[in-house]
């Protein structure tokens, strides 16, 4: 079975702080695929970045990072110089081979960004 | 290119009552899901469709039927509403089961059942 943890229920910083949000997951798959969603206060899920299991490459987008480490089961999101629009709930999800859109979402962290 | 429509985006039911949520991609997705969202559990799937005239449960299926006669549609519906499926329900579209793209999700429907 699958399982994604997200221990940090809610998080807040004062803007342009830098902020980590945890993400570990389990799975016997070996082949897997990791995503970070953004849920705004407005309510949509909004995409966010993919990763599969084959690749540990870090990845940056602006003011965003992402570090996947296999070692240690886990795909962690920084949030850089962090802004008010950043405030929201940040969902790590996983699928396996075969079972794409079939996600297992952890409970989500909620970011408060005060200005 | 509207994505993932669904319909509505509130609605209050009554205990005992029935509906469908309605949901529609244009996207040509293969792969069609409907997921709950309540606080502090994350999202959690209710059923899952790999195609036309294809459906299986997800984790959380009771109370819950779905059907799937078109690639575009993939309705949910509540066959007797009780206040435990009070919620927030997400309909999602992916590209194929196997390629394991992102999903795209619909707006949400936030359902009250008194």
């Known amino acids: 079975a699958q399982k994604v943890t997200q221990a940090q229920t809610e998080i807040s910083v004062v803007e342009k702080e830098d902020v980590t949000l945890d993400c570990v997951y389990e799975?016997?798959?070996?082949?897997?695929?990791l995503f970070w969603y953004k849920q705004p206060p407005s309510g949509e899920l909004v995409f966010l970045i993919r990763?599969?299991?084959?690749?540990?490459q870090n990845e940056i987008s602006g003011r965003y990072s992402w570090n996947f480490q296999k070692s240690t089961s886990s795909f962690n999101f920084t949030i850089t110089a962090s802004q008010v629009v950043d405030s929201a709930v940040y969902f790590c999800?996983?699928?396996?081979?075969?079972?794409?859109?079939?996600?297992?979402f952890g409970q989500g962290t909620e970011l408060s960004v005060k200005p | 290119n509207a994505g993932v429509t669904q319909t509505p985006k509130f609605q209050v039911l009554k205990t005992g009552q029935s509906m469908t949520l309605q949901c529609a991609q244009d996207?040509?997705?293969?792969?069609m899901s409907w997921y709950r969202q309540d606080p502090g559990m994350g999202l959690r799937l209710i059923h899952y469709?790999?195609?036309?005239?294809?459906?299986d449960q997800g984790e959380v299926p009771n109370g819950y039927n779905v059907s799937r006669s078109t690639t575009e549609d993939f309705p949910l519906r509540l066959l007797s509403a009780a206040p435990s499926q009070t919620s927030v329900y997400f309909c999602?579209?992916?590209?194929?089961?196997?390629?394991?793209?992102?999903?795209?999700f619909g707006q949400g429907t936030r359902l009250t059942v008194v």
């Open positions: 999602a579209s992916s590209y194929s089961r196997v390629s394991n793209t992102e999903a795209f």
């Open positions: 799975t016997r798959d070996t082949t897997y695929y």
């Open positions: 990763r599969n299991s084959f690749d540990e």
């Open positions: 999800a996983l699928s396996v081979v075969n079972q794409g859109g079939k996600l297992i």
């Open positions: 996207m040509n997705h293969e792969y």
């Open positions: 469709s790999v195609g036309a005239g294809i459906t």
